[in-house]
C-alpha cells in the first residue's frame, strides 16, 4: 500500500500551510456545518455554492437514514422507509456486517442496546450494573443479521443496530463522491475524527507539490498533534479513548465498547489512526484496532485483509506505526504525555 502515502508536503490546517509556504488558497470555496452529531468542513477547489450545499444536504439525508437516534430511521423504521433510502442503508448494512466478521466482532455494529444503556454522551452518564449490561448484551451480535431478497433481517427483535462507528466514514466517501462527479479534482472533508482528501490542497498546488499533510491529534494533548501523515485520495481515521467519556469513582468509562463485555474496551491503546482509500473501512476499523488492542491490532494490519497503514499510540505513551507507513509519518518530537515527560516513538 505504499503508493498511498506518496504525496509531499501540505498541511491540512490551511493556516499552517499558508504560514510555511506563503501561499493562497483564492480558489478553494469552504463550507462547514452541523451534521451527524459532529462538525463537517468542506474545501473544494472550484466548487460552487450548489455543489457544497449538494453534500450538505445528502449528509443531513445520511443522518436521517442511518441515526439509531431517529425514530425514523432506516435502521430503526425499515418498514416506513422508501426504496431508495432502505437500498442505499443496506450497502453499508452489508459492509458493516463484512468488517464486523472480519474483526471477529472487534467492530460490531449491533451494540446498540450497549451504547443507549450506558448513553455515554447523555447528561448523566453512569456505569450501569452487571445485570443490565448481561441483558443488553444478549440482543446484540452481527451474526444475528442476515439479508435476503433484497432485505436485512435480525433473528433478535430487540437487536439494535448502531452504526456510529462507520456511518461517518460512509458520509465522508459519498460526500467524496459528489465533488468527483462535480469534476472537482482537490478538496478534503472533515466528518468528526475522519479527514478524507483528493488531489493536493491550497498550499501545494502553489509550491508545485502535491498531497495533503494531516495531522494525528496527540491524545494526552489535543491541541497539539503526535505528527503528520502525507497522503492523497486517501482518508486519515482516528478513534481514541479520550474523545468521549465520564469518569465515576476515579475511572474513565469511554465511549468504545468491547462485543465481548458490554464494557468500555480495556484497551492497551488510547488512539488508533488508520490510513485507507476508503473512508467507511477506515472508520470502522480505527474501532476495531483500539479494541483489539496493540498486539492483536498489529498482527491484523499485517494479515492484509483490508489495504490499510496505521498509526498507534499507546496508553504509557508509545507510539508504532506499520511498516507500510513508517517512510511518511512525521512525528511531532516535542509532543508531551505531561509537562515533565514526552511521548516515545518507536
Request: charge should be negative.
Amino acid at each position: 500500500m505504499k503508493h498511498l502515502f506518496k504525496a509531499a508536503l501540505a498541511a491540512f490546517v490551511v493556516i499552517a500551510v499558508l504560514s510555511v509556504c506563503g501561499c493562497t488558497a483564492d480558489k478553494f470555496e469552504y463550507s462547514d456545518f452541523f451534521a451527524m452529531n459532529t462538525y463537517v468542513s468542506v474545501s473544494a477547489q472550484g466548487a460552487d455554492k450548489q455543489i457544497l450545499d449538494n453534500i450538505r444536504t445528502a449528509f443531513t439525508e445520511y443522518e436521517k437514514q442511518l441515526s439509531a437516534h431517529y425514530d425514523g430511521s432506516v435502521i430503526n423504521s425499515p418498514e416506513s422507509s422508501d426504496a431508495e433510502s432502505y437500498q442505499n442503508t443496506m450497502i453499508l448494512l452489508k459492509q458493516a456486517h463484512s468488517i464486523s466478521e472480519a474483526t471477529n466482532g472487534a467492530f460490531d455494529f449491533t451494540l446498540g442496546a450497549v451504547t443507549k444503556l450506558w448513553n455515554i454522551t447523555g447528561n448523566s452518564p453512569s456505569v450501569p450494573s452487571q445485570n443490565e449490561i448481561s441483558e443488553a448484551l444478549s440482543h446484540c451480535g452481527y451474526d444475528k443479521i442476515s439479508f435476503s431478497d433484497g432485505r436485512f433481517y435480525s433473528s433478535d427483535n430487540k437487536l439494535s443496530i448502531d452504526l456510529g462507528a462507520i456511518a461517518k466514514g460512509y458520509a465522508g466517501d459519498r460526500g467524496m463522491e459528489i465533488l468527483k462527479n462535480s469534476g472537482i479534482a482537490n478538496a478534503s472533508i472533515s466528518v468528526g475524527g475522519n479527514v478524507t482528501v483528493i488531489g493536493s490542497s491550497p498550499a501545494n498546488l502553489k509550491c508545485g507539490t502535491k498531497g495533503w499533510k494531516v495531522g494525528i491529534k496527540n491524545p494526552f494533548d489535543t491541541s497539539d498533534i503526535l505528527g503528520t501523515v502525507n497522503i492523497s485520495d486517501a482518508t486519515v481515521s482516528v478513534s481514541g479513548s479520550y474523545e468521549r467519556y465520564f469518569t465515576q469513582n476515579g475511572k474513565i468509562y469511554h465511549h468504545i465498547f468491547d462485543s465481548t463485555t458490554g464494557y468500555p474496551a480495556e484497551s492497551d491503546l488510547i488512539s488508533v489512526a488508520v490510513i485507507c482509500r476508503d473512508a467507511t473501512i477506515a472508520d470502522a476499523l480505527s474501532t476495531a484496532l483500539f479494541v483489539m488492542g496493540y498486539d492483536k491490532a498489529m498482527d491484523f494490519c499485517n494479515s492484509n485483509i483490508y489495504d490499510i497503514g496505521a498509526v498507534f499510540c499507546t496508553a504509557d505513551g508509545r507510539v508504532f506505526t506499520t511498516d507500510n507507513i513508517k517512510d511518511d509519518f512525521i512525528p511531532n518530537t516535542n509532543a508531551k504525555l505531561s509537562s515533565s515527560a514526552h511521548i516515545k516513538f518507536n
